[in-house]
């Protein structure tokens, strides 16, 4: 260690007397360093006293303003939809290595303050074996082809499926790789609860397509149903009664919103998602109307007349 630019080997006598702590208390700091901070300390028994190994080890400090502690402190709550995942345990042990960087006091003060000040709600997900969740993205890191058993919504038995994947999605807790189906030789978009089985194909190697972009096959705003490649306008006439909502609610960048004098709000975007849209319209009940396009108008109509024929 050094001091004033000379190297001394400080006792935990010195040390407990420079820092006014206990000797105890100094033991503790020294086991902390080794501990947390890979710190290469070591005992030097000529010199009865303690010095670093390397000479280029340092402590790495961390300071947050008021706002910034106020999100890490969010970040913990926000790990709860991730729950069921091997992410959750990986963001945990980030979140742990950045509250033990800060005061034990502050950390204690603001988390229990933030338990009974702040409810995240998180979306329904379904389980995922996490063999599952690694090999996927083994796949998609190693651009290796996976193997699986995969049982989509319309089928009762799950078939093999061989997949290149390219991009993973997660959309209100749910998961989905993007991928080339082999049995198919087009895009699909699988779902991870609905697969079984996955096993990474070593020896079998591809490259993402160049002109590959997750953007094409999925909505930020709306949803990840492979329906359309081509975008397509949407407009929808909300009732006044869920007026503010539609003012409120963002379904794209290119929104267009219009309210009418009876406070009606017309709202009008582009995006890829029928199946998302007619499933959104369709919960909502009679407070929203499908004005364009008109085949999705038609599908609305079709819907609810089979729905009138089991209630």
């Given at each position: 260690?050094?001091k004033?630019?000379?190297?001394?080997?400080?006792?935990?006598?010195?040390?407990s007397?420079?820092?006014?702590v206990?000797?105890?208390?100094?033991?503790?700091?020294?086991?902390?360093?080794?501990d947390?901070?890979?710190?290469?300390?070591?005992?030097?028994?000529?010199?009865?006293?303690?010095?670093y190994?390397q000479?280029?080890?340092?402590?790495?400090?961390?300071?947050l303003?008021?706002d910034?502690f106020?999100?890490?402190?969010?970040?913990?709550?926000?790990?709860?939809?991730?729950?069921?995942?091997?992410?959750?345990e990986?963001?945990?042990?980030?979140?742990?290595?950045?509250?033990?960087?800060l005061?034990?006091?502050?950390v204690?003060?603001?988390?229990?303050?933030?338990?009974a000040?702040?409810t995240?709600?998180?979306?329904?997900?379904?389980?995922?074996?996490?063999?599952?969740?690694?090999?996927?993205?083994?796949?998609?890191?190693t651009h290796h082809?996976?193997?699986f058993?995969y049982?989509?919504?319309?089928?009762d038995d799950?078939?093999e499926?061989i997949?290149?994947?390219?991009?993973?999605?997660?959309?209100?807790g749910?998961?989905?790789?993007?991928?080339?189906?082999?049995?198919?030789?087009?895009?699909?978009?699988?779902?991870?609860?609905?697969?079984?089985?996955?096993?990474?194909?070593?020896?079998q190697t591809?490259?993402?397509?160049?002109?590959?972009?997750?953007?094409?096959y999925?909505?930020?705003?709306?949803?990840?149903?492979?329906?359309?490649r081509?975008?397509?306008?949407?407009?929808?006439?909300?009732?006044?009664?869920?007026?503010v909502?539609?003012?409120?609610?963002?379904?794209?960048?290119?929104?267009?919103?219009?309210?009418?004098?009876d406070?009606?709000v017309e709202?009008?975007?582009?995006?890829?998602?029928?199946?998302?849209?007619?499933r959104?319209?369709l919960?909502q009940?009679?407070?929203?109307?499908?004005?364009?396009?008109?085949?999705?108008?038609?599908?609305?109509?079709?819907?609810?007349?089979?729905?009138?024929?089991?209630?």
């Amino acid at each position: 260690m050094k001091k004033y630019g000379k190297i001394f080997f400080p006792t935990v006598r010195s040390l407990s007397k420079e820092f006014e702590v206990s000797k105890r208390t100094i033991e503790r700091d020294i086991e902390f360093l080794r501990d947390m901070y890979d710190a290469p300390i070591s005992y030097d028994h000529s010199k009865k006293g303690y010095y670093y190994t390397q000479d280029t080890f340092f402590l790495k400090s961390l300071f947050l303003s008021a706002d910034e502690f106020f999100s890490v402190a969010v970040f913990e709550k926000l790990l709860r939809q991730y729950r069921k995942t091997p992410i959750e345990e990986k963001l945990k042990k980030v979140f742990k290595k950045l509250t033990d960087l800060l005061p034990k006091d502050v950390v204690i003060f603001d988390s229990l303050w933030l338990d009974a000040a702040v409810t995240f709600i998180a979306e329904p997900s379904p389980d995922i074996d996490p063999e599952i969740f690694s090999n996927v993205f083994e796949g998609v890191k190693t651009h290796h082809a996976i193997k699986f058993f995969y049982r989509s919504l319309e089928q009762d038995d799950a078939a093999e499926r061989i997949a290149e994947p390219y991009h993973i999605v997660c959309q209100r807790g749910a998961w989905y790789v993007i991928g080339l189906c082999r049995l198919r030789n087009e895009p699909r978009i699988f779902s991870f609860s609905r697969m079984q089985k996955v096993k990474v194909l070593e020896k079998q190697t591809f490259e993402v397509p160049k002109d590959f972009k997750a953007e094409d096959y999925i909505d930020k705003n709306v949803g990840v149903w492979l329906t359309k490649r081509e975008p397509f306008t949407v407009k929808l006439l909300f009732s006044p009664k869920v007026g503010v909502f539609a003012e409120e609610h963002r379904w794209s960048d290119d929104q267009k919103i219009t309210i009418h004098r009876d406070k009606s709000v017309e709202v009008s975007f582009s995006t890829t998602q029928t199946e998302e849209i007619k499933r959104f319209v369709l919960g909502q009940g009679s407070t929203v109307k499908v004005l364009e396009p008109p085949e999705l108008v038609e599908e609305v109509r079709e819907e609810i007349k089979k729905m009138q024929k089991i209630y």
